[in-house]
């Protein structure tokens, strides 16, 4: 049973910082990464990572988010600066292995307010 445990968010004032993790069970997933839903908004991607490191990103995130991985711990995280209030949402880890359906953490709630 694969499992992805997610860690991280929080409250946090408009410009501040926050760090996501995930922790996956398993053996090394293709690709691991971080989606988000709004209030009243469909689930949308938010960064991707490959096991070989090449990264994706949502234009609404370039250059204020940061995703990493680490294979050996099978972890991925998500470094958030400069948050706006229209980042809040609940953010899910996923990860999935090619061919196979993705598995989804349970959500962290990420907060933008002052």
């Known amino acids: 049973q694969v499992q992805l445990v997610e860690s991280g968010g929080g409250l946090v004032q408009p410009g501040g910082s926050l760090r996501l993790s995930c922790a996956a069970s398993?053996?090394?997933?293709?690709?691991m990464g971080w989606f988000r839903q709004g209030p009243g908004k469909e689930r949308v991607l938010v960064a991707s990572?490959?096991?070989?490191?090449?990264?994706n990103y949502a234009d609404s995130v370039k250059g204020r988010f940061t995703i990493s991985r680490d294979n050996a711990k099978n972890t991925v995280s998500l470094q958030m600066n400069s948050l706006k209030p229209e980042d809040t949402a609940v953010y899910y880890c996923?990860?999935?292995?090619?061919?196979?359906?993705?598995?989804w953490g349970q959500g962290t709630q990420v907060t933008v307010s002052s």
């Open positions: 996923y990860a999935f292995r090619l061919g196979l359906p993705a598995y």
């Open positions: 398993g053996s090394i997933f293709n690709v």
């Open positions: 990572i490959m096991s070989a490191g090449t990264t």
